[in-house]
């Protein structure tokens, strides 16, 4: 089973939101991460959006705007990225990445569509 | 603003040693803040973390590719380098490099500016 598990493709209209799931690996608990969040449009590198650890604790990129946000879902065991107000622009892959056991683990990205 | 080039062949025959560079402008490579990482990206895949380095010389490298890989500074250059031995097809990817901010106390955070990467093929 892999450390972080991301659904591969997510749908949502323009305008809304989309909650993207990032779920960590069963025994590895979500609460003592820092989940790190990326966004990649074909062709270019990845864009760092923001890390979150906790409400008091998190750190927004440069320039990110702030319809961008992280959270967790400790029942889930999964940090989360919401993006409201969509834009056509948002359409992206986005992975997250976390510090563990020494090695910095990417999930395998999801694709959002924006409809 | 700080930007990261990487440099390198974007053709290596199999067996061989990939080596690429990556030039750091706009801040000093030698600052204690941050430290300097390489990740890759297979064609149409996901990201993999490769390895990450220190001016100081401090490294860290994904266990799966540490035999092969060797993360270096040099620092009258302001750039870093990535050598990755004994490659495969498996190898071909687009190669980042990529910083990452000093936490406080020791170790560091996730990679913040990225690189626009470079295509390596590895072929006969």
């Known amino acids: 089973q892999a450390v972080l598990t991301q659904p591969s493709s997510l749908s949502a209209s323009l305008g809304a939101s989309a909650s993207l799931t990032c779920t960590l690996r069963s025994g590895i608990n979500v609460g003592i991460y820092w989940i790190y969040w990326y966004q990649q449009k074909p062709g270019s590198p990845p864009q760092y959006l923001l890390r979150?650890?906790?409400?008091?604790?998190?750190?927004?990129g440069s320039g990110v705007p702030s319809r961008f946000s992280g959270s967790k879902d400790t029942s889930a065991n999964a940090g989360i990225l919401l993006i409201s107000g969509l834009q056509s622009e948002d359409e992206a892959d986005y992975y997250c990445?976390?510090?563990?056991?020494?090695?910095?683990?990417f999930g395998g990205g999801t694709k959002l569509t924006v409809l | 603003q700080l930007q990261l080039q990487e440099s390198g062949p974007g053709l290596v025959k199999p067996s061989e040693t990939l080596s690429l560079t990556c030039t750091v402008s706009?801040?000093?490579?030698?600052?204690?803040?941050?430290?300097w990482g390489w990740i890759r990206q297979p064609p149409g895949k996901g990201l993999e973390w490769i390895a990450t380095?220190?001016?100081?010389?401090?490294?860290r490298y994904n266990p799966s590719l540490q035999s092969r890989v060797t993360i270096s500074v040099d620092t009258s250059q302001n750039h870093f380098s990535l050598r990755l031995s004994s490659v495969t097809a498996a190898d071909t990817a687009v190669y980042f490099c990529?910083?990452?901010?000093?936490?406080?106390?020791?170790?560091?955070?996730?990679?913040?500016?990225w690189g626009q990467g470079t295509t390596v093929t590895v072929s006969s």
């Open positions: 380095t220190h001016y100081t010389g401090s490294t």
């Open positions: 706009g801040g000093s490579i030698s600052s204690s803040s941050y430290y």
């Open positions: 990529a910083r990452h901010p000093a936490a406080t106390g020791s170790g560091f955070y996730g990679m913040d500016v």
């Open positions: 990445l976390i510090w563990h056991i020494n090695t910095w683990v």
């Open positions: 979150y650890k906790s409400d008091s604790d998190k750190q927004q």
